[in-house]
């Protein structure tokens, strides 16, 4: 598939002299380091590494692609924001959004003077890829595709992606933050294939290091050179990239977790069927269940004068609320709250 990237990015990205920090000029360990105006004391006194080496060796290990195939990112939502200000222009280019979906993607548009075409999923909350494929064919302006998977907050996998990516010109930009519980269906390996897709993955749902900020993106060389030289010289910290590293050493207790989180997930699942407040539950291939309720407005306020927050998503898909699977207390908890409200 032939793409060419540099015609994709806005001018004045294609033409971007990047910042040289210190540690770019000399990138030794070794030696007297008087060049970076860091104060010689205390322990966290130096700038991290900008290029993250170690953290990015652990990661395209566990995750089979190239360190020069991954670029890592302050949270993915830094990596959104990153794409928009490389390939769209404000006030010109159009972004494809198909909502429900993840609400960074509206946000980061409109922080970026980007047009946003919402093309909804449809009611199985799959694409709508008769209306994509028309409108890629007929706006030029449309730069960027971003499709959740699995979604959220439908919790879905999304069917069909490949035929998107095969036939736009732009960018795919495919969001699997939550493939770590679905791992069968990631994308990463199309990259190889097409130069125009860009995965997003976290450390923030399965590897439960929401606080520590760091996202990935996965893509071709090109585009991954390109992020590096517009992020901010140290996007992540010397403290992130070890809690990174203690974590991603840990495999076992990390399946551990995953495994335990799955279960919770449908030992919970079963147990609100049997609620009668209960009307259906989609099913879910990530950390949080998509409930459909009698009355979500009730029950949300219910659980929140319970001390029970779950999200109320009733204002994008009519009386649902969602629930992030939690430990078995908190679970335990959740259900016997919402038992009482049923009664
Ligand atoms: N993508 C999706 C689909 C999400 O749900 C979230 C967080 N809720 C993010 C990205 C942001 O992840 P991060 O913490 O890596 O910025």
Redesign the pocket.
């Known amino acids: 598939m032939k793409i060419d990237i540099t015609k994709l990015l806005r001018p004045n990205i294609r033409n971007l002299a990047p910042y040289l920090s210190a540690r770019d000029e000399f990138s030794g360990t070794e030696g007297v380091f008087l060049d970076a105006n860091e104060n010689p004391n205390g322990s966290y006194n130096r700038y991290p590494d900008p290029h993250q080496s170690q953290l990015k060796e652990v990661v395209a290990s566990i995750k089979s692609v190239a360190t020069e195939n991954l670029f890592l990112g302050n949270?993915?939502?830094?990596v959104?924001d990153l794409i928009f200000r490389m390939f769209a222009n404000p006030g010109k280019d159009k972004v494809i959004i198909c909502p429900p979906t993840?609400g960074?993607y509206e946000v980061s548009a409109n922080i970026n003077d980007i047009e946003i075409v919402n093309i909804p999923l449809l009611p199985d909350f799959q694409l709508d890829k008769q209306a994509i494929l028309q409108t890629i064919e007929q706006d030029a302006d449309v730069k960027l595709i971003f499709i959740?998977s699995p979604n959220?907050p439908t919790g879905n996998l999304i069917e069909g992606i490949e035929e998107i990516i095969e036939k736009f010109q732009g960018i795919v930009v495919v969001?699997e933050?939550?493939i770590d519980f679905s791992p069968a269906s990631t994308k990463v390996q199309l990259i190889d294939t097409y130069p125009n897709l860009i995965v997003?993955q976290?450390?923030?749902k399965a590897w439960g290091l929401?606080g520590i900020?760091v996202?990935f993106a996965f893509a071709q060389t090109e585009i991954i050179a390109l992020l590096n030289k517009i992020k901010a010289p140290y996007n992540i910290s010397t403290p992130n990239q070890q809690q990174a590293l203690l974590k991603l050493s840990n495999l076992d207790e990390f399946e551990a977790e995953r495994k335990e989180l799955l279960a919770e997930r449908d030992r919970l699942e079963a147990e609100l069927l049997s609620l009668p407040m209960v009307q259906k539950i989609y099913p879910s291939q990530a950390n949080f269940l998509l409930v459909e309720v009698a009355d979500a407005n009730h029950v949300y306020n219910e659980l929140v004068r319970r001390k029970v927050i779950i999200r109320n998503r009733n204002s994008v898909i009519k009386n649902c609320i969602r629930i992030t699977v939690g430990t078995i207390q908190e679970n335990n908890i959740l259900l016997t709250e919402l038992k009482d409200i049923s009664q």
């Open positions: 949270g993915s939502d830094e959104i993840y960074m959740c959220n969001d933050a939550y997003l976290t450390l923030s929401a900020r996202g």
